[in-house]
């Protein structure tokens, strides 16, 4: 082990996955996580770990990167059992730990995306409930897609920020339209008992929705509010929008078991529609979600995406008159097992009478609906569903390549992608463009990718150094040596290519210097190099015989590793050492003047 100088020390940081984050784990229980971030100094490899905190198995030390440049690393874990866990990921160089970080919570488990209408949206000030884990492993995105002054806009979701669905408050908003806890915090829970691995939530559902909008929508067609008759969110794309959304963005980012749809409410309001195309047959609707669910998965690339399909229609007086056959018979000839699209639980048996004559309650003292929805929704995802519901994963986050040429540094993203490139964490705000190379000032910067489906890929952060890469400190096995031996010369604190005079690169080369050389090194970016560092290897010989006289003011030692012979003359005001393994010889002709220092030894000499 070989003590590296605080002065070299380099830092470390994780800019992907993000606190929080839970990955779609497979039907076998496991998931591939994507590691990566940046790093100053000099760093041969790049290891990770994950110590088991709720579930799962820990994973030891494992080199995820064995050739990081340019500030860059990025590896993954393969077979991370589902579970919850804290990521902590190391920088080595010379087998010596240089720096450390930390990721406090990143899990395997589930991932679901909500769709359909406000008995699954939520609902304010309906008593919901939300999930008791003591670990914060039932996970959601608080963010709600605008729709200012009732216009909702095709907006990209912001960067993610996760948060723990453990609140009843009226202001979580689950991404990107769910509004409170509703049935899910309870469901998360119901699902974490039976697999102890996390949940996380997205929530695309939208209130007062008929199937109609959802199919016309899913093709940018115009759709009536089945309710109030004006264009649905005055705005064609929506809602079927929130999905598409939540499977480009979210479901990319982090992968998904299935959607859960619940919807019909609205349709069996057949008296008070006021779009004509919406009096709903069975035959209409089958048709209809089916043309939801094939657009889902020609939208996301995800041919197979198990959609789960609850029977919902109710609506009862003074509005309405209960339950709609029509619809749950449309409902019921989407279910499609072989077609990974499966049987929901049956809302409409629950709490009836309602409240409101629609929407579910926990009624203080009294029914709680909201949480049988919640228990109904677990009974349904059963063991069957998690064999047969193949998942999808987690896109793999890009490679981004720092250069540097003329003393500009650019970033290089990788081909076949449309990009939107950010400084820090921040959003998506405008278009995206054909910019794959970006030449920034320094700083940290991340780039969004869209592919030809318009799924988003986030990438790692990366940092730009502010002017030319620093020079490497450079350091000796030993020094001196005897003419001809072997030594190491090191590099440190170059996050770049190290290039040595002798022709060579890397963090450390081997050498047999003949006599006293002077090595130089320098680090590169691309083609920016630094300013050379230097150091100087002195060597000693066998035996030597020194005939040269030193004189006033010099203050030396010479060594041999066998015999030092001395025929010269030592003159007033120096101080000289002669230092040989064997023996120090003094023949005629030496001499020490008086006012001279003059001290040899005998038994230690360059013995290195």
Known sequence: ????????????????????????????????????????????????????????????????????????????????????????????????????????????????????????????????????????????????????DGTCQNVDPPFPQISTLNSTGQAVHIAPNGVTSWAWGELGDALLSRFNVPVLFFNAAASGSSIG?????????????????IQYANNPNFPYHYLRKALNFYASLFGVRAVLWHQGESDSIKNRNEDPNDNTSAAEYRDSLNHVI???????????????????????????????AEVISGQELVIDTPNKIFAGPNTDNIQLPRVDGVHLENVSGGIQGISEMASGWNTMLDNTFFSAAIPY?????????????????????????????VSGNNDISTAFSNTQIITPGAGTYRVYLKDVFDNIILSQSVTVPEGAPASPSLTVSASPVVAGQSVTLYARGCMGAVSWSTGQSGYRILQAPTQTTTYSATCSIGSCASVAANIQVSTCPATATLSSPYVSGQTLTIKASNTLIGVNAIRAGANITYDAKNSVTLQPGFLAEKGSIFTAVAGVGCSN
């Open 1 to 148: 082990m070989i003590t590296i100088s605080s002065s070299v020390k380099g830092q470390l940081s994780i800019t992907f996955p993000f606190d929080g984050a839970v990955f779609q784990r497979s039907t076998s229980n496991t998931a591939t996580i994507s590691i990566a971030g940046s790093y100053t100094g000099g760093v041969e490899r790049v290891e990770a770990r994950l110590i088991a905190v709720a579930g799962g198995t820990g994973v030891g030390w494992t080199s995820i990167d064995t050739a990081p440049a340019a500030g860059i690393y990025k590896g993954t874990l393969s077979g991370v059992t589902g579970g919850w866990y804290t990521l902590e990921v190391r920088s080595v160089l010379f087998n010596n730990v240089v720096s450390t970080a930390t990721l406090s919570r990143v899990g395997v488990g589930e991932v679901f995306v909500i769709a359909g209408q406000s008995n699954v949206q939520g609902v304010e000030n309906h008593g919901h409930k939300a999930s008791v884990d003591a670990n914060d492993r039932i996970k959601y995105v608080d963010w709600l897609l605008p729709c200012p």
């Open 213 to 229: 909008n959802w199919s016309r929508s899913a093709d940018g067609l115009p759709a009536a509010h089945p309710h109030i008759g």
């Open 294 to 324: 094939s657009r889902s998965r020609s939208h996301s690339n995800k041919a197979q995406l198990p959609w789960v399909v609850a029977k919902g229609s109710y609506w009862g007086p003074p509005i309405g008159g209960g339950t709609d």
């Open 393 to 421: 994963a987690a896109a793999t986050p890009p490679a981004l390549i720092l250069g540097c040429s003329g003393s500009t540094y650019s970033i290089t993203a990788p081909a076949g992608y449309t990009y939107f490139w």
